[in-house]
Nanobody
């Protein structure tokens, strides 16, 4: 079992930055692909970014590419999402997820956090 807890969300203005953290416990995350997803009101959960076990392979949704950066620190058992140039359309609950690399390739993750709210408003 892996428990994931997100933090760092808040209310910001367009153009601002936030850094989300995903702290894991119960197991080391070194063997997992880590991902970030988000869900806005009345919308389905959507993929944001993912990072492989050692950070070699990274993917982003087109909507955040160039603005968001996913990273991980396996020694701290934590994954991060640096969000720059935030837009109102980035408003959502952001979820951290961990999954086996094999299943993560088809966007299936084993463990999920409870989410942290990010609100971008002028």
């Amino acid at each position: 079992q892996v428990q994931l807890v997100e933090s760092g969300g808040g209310v910001v203005q367009p153009g601002d930055s936030l850094r989300l953290a995903c702290a894991a416990s119960g197991r080391t995350i070194s063997g997992y692909t880590m991902g970030w997803f988000r869900q806005a009101p009345w919308k389905e959960r959507e993929f944001v970014a993912r990072i492989s076990q050692r950070g070699t392979n990274i993917d982003y949704a087109d909507s955040v590419k160039g603005r968001f950066t996913i990273s991980r620190d396996n020694a701290k058992n934590t994954a991060y999402l640096q969000m720059n140039s935030l837009k109102p359309e980035d408003t959502a609950v952001y979820f951290c997820a961990a999954g086996s690399p094999r299943l993560a390739t088809i966007m299936k993750y084993d463990y999920w956090g409870q989410g942290t709210q990010v609100t971008v408003s002028s």
